[in-house]
């Protein structure tokens, strides 16, 4: 729906500026103004700094259930206890979807643990 009204005025305006030149003559300008606007700049936010080891850190390992990724994160979940023996690893499904808040897996992940890895699909 906004592709389409974006092409209606993108005529419009393509169609007042052919009549302005036909008016004015051939040489003259017109002006067009973008009718996406201006968008904010991008808040960044630095990366957390690593630790030297992950000896003796609880990182969780959070599923955000997107489709057809429980079997990968299962997996990777797997792959880094073997990995990384002297390291807890937690396994955790997110409340809702990707999108949804869940608050009482933040408090938990901030209270016991040194990191996070959340799989939010491709």
């Known amino acids: ?50 630790p030297k080891t992950l000896d003796g850190k609880t990182i969780y390992i959070v599923d955000t259930k997107y489709p057809r990724t429980r079997e990968f994160v299962e997996e990777l979940f797997q792959v880094l206890k073997e990995k990384y023996p002297m390291t807890n690893w937690v396994f955790k499904d997110k409340y809702g979807g990707y999108m949804d808040d869940d608050p009482a897996l933040w408090a938990e992940i901030k209270a016991t643990g040194h990191g996070m890895i959340m799989a939010v699909g491709h």
């Open 1 to 50: 729906m906004k592709n389409r009204a974006g092409l209606l005025i993108l005529g419009v305006l393509l169609l007042t500026g052919i009549f302005a030149a036909s008016l004015l003559g051939q040489n003259s300008k017109i002006t067009v103004m973008n009718p996406r606007g201006i968008k904010p700049p991008i808040r960044r936010i630095p990366m957390a700094s690593r």
